[in-house]
């Protein structure tokens, strides 16, 4: 069964904190997604990574970087969190083929306190 | 970044109503998919239509892209409980690397 294993369900931190979100995934896929989920707005895209140590900007960069040292990781860094990065963050994975199947983890929903 | 819009981003419906939901951009699909996300999952793919005019069933949903390739709807016949939940539509940009990007979603509650 193919898998996309996000490392926490649920995160509380404190504003200022260095925060590192992990997701993992076993299909071997090249393309790996962060995006953040809020009420109203869908999903927003952060940051993508189509190969090893390769990423590009999404629509809402801004706060976050990413690492991806390995094909199967793809980290999420919140270098200092605030309180307006509270969200629900979901990664996915796919093949790099146009018009392929995403998947998604779980989730993980940060509160910034 | 294509900007995908949803309509409506609410709707609550009884058991056995029928409903559209509808994505649209301003500029042309390459692609799109329709995704359905219930309550503590990720987004699961329904479908993906590539050719413009294309339709397609999945059992009670019919999906549809329009002519142009600008548009798509998900029409659910007889709507059930097990419907309910967040119905996303996407795209990909080939000149992006396959960035997917994301509607606004809607949020679909059928009650029995």
């Known amino acids: 069964d193919v898998k996309v294993t996000q490392s926490s369900r649920y995160l509380v931190k404190r504003t200022g904190e260095k925060v590192f979100l992990e997701c993992v995934q076993d299909m071997d896929h090249e393309n790996m997604f962060w995006y953040r989920q809020d009420p109203g707005l869908g999903l927003r895209l952060i940051y993508f990574s189509y190969d090893v140590k390769m990423k590009e900007k999404g629509d809402i960069p801004e706060g976050y970087s990413v690492s991806r040292e390995k094909k199967e990781r793809f980290s999420l860094i919140l270098e200092s969190a605030s309180t307006n990065q509270t969200s629900m963050y979901l990664c996915?994975?796919?093949?790099?083929?146009?018009?392929?199947?995403?998947?998604f983890g779980q989730g993980t929903r940060l509160t910034v306190v | 970044t294509q900007l995908l819009e949803q309509s409506p981003q609410f709707l609550s419906i009884q058991e056995g109503e029928n409903l559209t939901v509808y994505c649209n951009s301003s500029s042309v699909f390459s692609s799109l998919q329709w995704y359905r996300q219930e309550p503590g999952e990720g987004p699961v793919l329904l479908v993906t239509v590539v050719t413009g005019g294309e339709v397609k069933k999945l059992k009670r949903l019919t999906f549809q892209f329009g002519d142009a390739r600008k548009d798509s709807s998900l029409h659910i016949t007889a709507a059930q409980p097990g419907d309910t939940g967040l119905y996303l539509c996407?795209?990909?940009?080939?000149?992006?690397?396959?960035?997917?990007?994301f509607g606004g979603g809607t949020r679909l509650m059928v009650k029995p």
């Open positions: 996915a994975s796919s093949l790099s083929n146009m018009n392929t199947e995403a998947f």
């Open positions: 996407a795209s990909s940009e080939r000149n992006a690397g396959n960035m997917l990007t």
